[in-house]
C-alpha cells in the first residue's frame, strides 16, 4: 500500500504563492498518475490537478488554470502542485492521490474513480 506525505501548505495572502509537495513511498512511483484534490470547509471534495505518469501531460480544473502548475520529479517519488495567485477561494485542505492503475495511456481528468490511494492533506489558507 503506498503511503503518500503531502506537505507546505499554510497561511499566505491573496496573491502570494506556495508550493504544495507529495512524497510518496515504494518504488513504483514513476508508473502512475497523480492528481491534487481540495475540499474547502463545508463543500465537496473537488479536483484541482493532474499529470500523467511520464509527466508529459497535465490536465486542470477551469478554476485555477493558469494559476496553478502540476509537475513531478520521478526520481524523487514526488509530485507537486505550484500555485500562484492564490485567491481567498483556494483556502481548502489539499489532498495528493494516486492514479488506480499503472500506465494509463491518458491523463485523467480528474474523476474520483481515477484514483485509488490518497494522503492525508495539508491545510492551505489565504487571507484577504
Known amino acids: 500500500q503506498v503511503q503518500l506525505v503531502e506537505s507546505g501548505g499554510g497561511l499566505v495572502q491573496a496573491g502570494d504563492s506556495l508550493r504544495l509537495s507529495c512524497a510518496a513511498s515504494?518504488?513504483?512511483?514513476?508508473?502512475?498518475?497523480m492528481g491534487w484534490f481540495r475540499q474547502a470547509p463545508g463543500k465537496e471534495r473537488e479536483f484541482v490537478a493532474a499529470i500523467n505518469w511520464s509527466g508529459s501531460s497535465t490536465y486542470y480544473a477551469d478554476s485555477v488554470k493558469g494559476r496553478f502548475t502540476i509537475s513531478r520529479d520521478n526520481a524523487k517519488n514526488t509530485v507537486y502542485l505550484q500555485m500562484n495567485s492564490l485567491k481567498p477561494a483556494d483556502t481548502a485542505v489539499y489532498y495528493c492521490?494516486?492514479?488506480?492503475?499503472?500506465?494509463?495511456?491518458?491523463?485523467?481528468?480528474?474523476?474520483?474513480?481515477?484514483?485509488?490511494?490518497w494522503g492525508q492533506g495539508t491545510q492551505v489558507t489565504v487571507s484577504s
Open positions: 492521490a494516486r492514479d488506480a492503475l499503472p500506465f494509463r495511456t491518458y491523463v485523467s481528468r480528474g474523476l474520483n474513480a481515477d484514483f485509488g490511494s
Open positions: 515504494g518504488r513504483t512511483f514513476s508508473r502512475y498518475g
